[in-house]
């Protein structure tokens, strides 16, 4: 790191302090318009995000440190390709919140990788239940309350309708 790129300072929301180079912190136009209004490198940058954790930041690093070496080495669409696929295989809880920290982050390319992750995974399911299953989600309604609405809007239910 050059004298030209100084060291931000992010504390992220379980207060650990993480110090990256202010051109890869910058990639979030949060963070870059905090540090615009401070005017400031040397002030902590606080990420009152609760998504914002220090493994999850450290996970938006590595993106975003990797990507700016992807655009200073002029990297292949494959190599870049390859290296988006593996970094979306984590968790559903990784995932989740990454996507989380992306959208507050305002990292749009980050956010898009991880949404369709999730978005593929969705495609895999054949039925509402089979989204339910994959991703633990409850039912809101009791068979009564399903039963009523099937009573109520039988042309949704109707499998011979097109």
């Given amino acids: 790191m050059s004298e030209a790129d100084p060291e931000i300072t992010l504390e992220t929301y379980d207060k650990h302090q993480i ?18 209004d401070t005017g400031d490198v040397n002030e ?3 990420l009152a995000d609760k998504s914002c954790t220090l493994n999850i930041m450290n996970r938006v690093i590595e993106y975003l440190k990797k990507h700016a070496e992807f655009d200073n080495t002029g990297a292949d669409d494959e190599v870049i390709n390859e290296f988006d696929k593996e970094f979306q295989e984590q968790s559903d809880e990784i995932i989740f919140q990454t996507i989380l920290a992306a959208n507050f982050l305002d990292i749009k390319n980050l956010l898009e990788l991880m949404c369709k992750k999730v978005a593929d995974e969705i495609k895999k399911c054949k039925t509402p239940d089979d989204i339910r299953d994959r991703f633990n989600i409850r039912k809101d309604y009791t068979p009564e309350e399903v039963e009523e609405v099937k009573r109520a809007h039988p042309w949704i239910y109707d499998k011979n309708a097109k």
């Fill in 19 to 36: 110090k990256i180079p202010k051109s890869i912190a910058t990639r979030s136009a949060i963070i870059n318009m905090m540090i615009e």
């Fill in 44 to 46: 902590v940058v606080p």
